[in-house]
């Protein structure tokens, strides 16, 4: 059998597989209605809950940060994001999505322009990856902003550095040991 980490992949890669005479999984991949089985995280619960939780502490004004060459997960992610800014008591804007680069240091750099241009920044954001909400981190560091004094921020993966960092970045735990157990016993 075949287990494919396809995180990046697309419907038009998918004609490489045609006629593939073993079983096929793809991993890490939230494109719907593919011809293959999938594993995937749940992308639309994690960022209801991250938004619950930011919500819980009295953000009311949350912002996302958005990967600029998105996956599709980056994509169901911001899709989620959406639909949960518009539960009660929280708001909705496209001026919300900030977009920025999808490794730390171009988030850092695409994130520290768009402070030098004077966005006007909400009390949280919802980071769709670790790396980007370090980036982005760092930028509102070397600007100036307290964190988490001036603003919260919530990444997606917890990595490593999201424990080592200063300060701590929360972050949602995604189980890559569940995610492999899951495909291979598909």
Known sequence: GVILLGTEIEREDLSYFDGLQKPFVIVDNALERLPFSTVTMDNAGAVFEAGEYLRSLGHRKIGFLYNSIPSSNDNARRDAFEAAMHQPGLS???????????????????????????????????????????????????????????????????????????????????????????????
Do not use: W
């Open 92 to 186: 909705y804007s496209d001026d919300l999505i900030c977009r920025v680069f999808p490794t730390m240091d171009g988030a850092r750099k695409s994130f520290g322009e768009a402070l030098d241009r004077g966005i006007a920044l909400p009390t949280a954001f919802l980071a769709n990856n670790d790396s980007i909400a370090l980036g982005a981190m760092r930028a509102m560091q070397a600007h100036g902003y307290q964190l988490p004094q001036d603003v919260n921020i919530i990444g997606v993966d917890n990595t490593m550095l999201s424990q080592i960092c200063i300060p701590a970045l929360s972050s949602i735990q995604i189980s890559c040991a569940a995610l492999g157990e899951q495909a291979i016993q598909l």
